[in-house]
């Protein structure tokens, strides 16, 4: 059963910075063939896509995010990060990890991220 850790989640002021990281509990060989994205869910709203990054380390964004966040990942470390910059009240969400091994997807437990003064 593959369980995704996520962590790096809390308060911060307007501006500020927060850094979330997700790891994989399974050690997968090929690891660097999947994908891994972020998603965010605020109260009262759907489930949106923040940011992806392909296997080969293409990334993509949201517009409401781009230039702010950058995603990022480790293979060896079995792990994908969202580094969040000039954070905004209304980045205020869950923010949960997706992994897609291309043979199963799973999601994290999700982390509160919360902007606010």
């Known amino acids: 059963q593959v369980q995704l850790v996520e962590s790096g989640g809390g308060l911060v002021q307007p501006g500020g910075s927060l850094r979330l990281s997700c790891t994989t509990s399974?050690?997968?060989?090929?690891?660097?063939?999947?994908?891994w994205a972020w998603y965010r869910q605020a109260p009262g709203k759907q489930r949106q896509l923040v940011a992806l990054i392909y296997s080969r380390g293409a990334t993509n964004y949201a517009y409401s995010v781009k230039g702010r966040f950058t995603v990022s990942r480790n293979n060896d470390l079995y792990s994908v990060y969202l580094q969040m910059d000039s954070l905004k009240p209304e980045d205020k969400a869950v923010y949960y990890c997706?992994?897609?091994?291309?043979?199963?997807?799973?999601w994290g437990q999700g982390t509160q991220v919360t902007v606010s003064s």
């Open positions: 399974i050690k997968f060989f090929d690891i660097f063939a999947m994908d």
């Open positions: 997706y992994f897609d091994t291309h043979r199963g997807g799973y």
